[in-house]
């Protein structure tokens, strides 16, 4: 049994692209109005969630892995401006680490600690 919002877009925008999935504008999903309805991409939708405020991550308060605080120094700009909250410690470690082909979770758990609290105290490592 298809849900109401791809019943709706059917019949009233016209079939479904390939690899198109039914997006709602204001993210309400009972909110099944022609005019809230569109046909988008699934990492569309997922940008949806985001600019509606949505998207659980966005609202995450520690990593989850490495229980680091998800607060300013120790974010990544880059990818906070696009609504993702990413812990800069645990990605400064996941490059050192690559680099260096440590595999052991351990280790990169430390490593990252290091510049977790090197982060925290202001000073760039």
């Known amino acids: 049994m298809e849900n109401v919002h791809v ?22 999903k ?3 109005r022609v005019e809230n309805l569109r046909y988008g991409t699934r990492s569309e939708n997922e940008a949806d ?5 949505l ?8 990593g989850k892995r490495c229980g680091h605080l998800l607060v300013e120094p120790n974010l990544v700009l880059s ?10 410690a645990c990605a400064r470690a996941q490059g050192y680490c690559y680099y260096r082909n440590i595999q052991d979770w351990e280790v990169r758990l430390k490593v990252a600690d290091n510049y977790y609290e090197s982060i925290m105290k202001g000073v760039a490592a």
């Open 49 to 53: 969630k985001r600019r509606n405020g």
């Open 7 to 28: 019943l709706v877009a059917a019949a009233f925008i016209g079939p479904r692209p390939d690899g198109m999935v039914v997006c709602h504008y204001n993210d309400v």
């Open 79 to 88: 990818k906070l401006k696009h609504g993702v909250r990413q812990c800069r």
């Open 55 to 62: 998207d659980p991550k966005q609202h995450q308060l520690t």
């Open 30 to 32: 009972t909110d099944n």
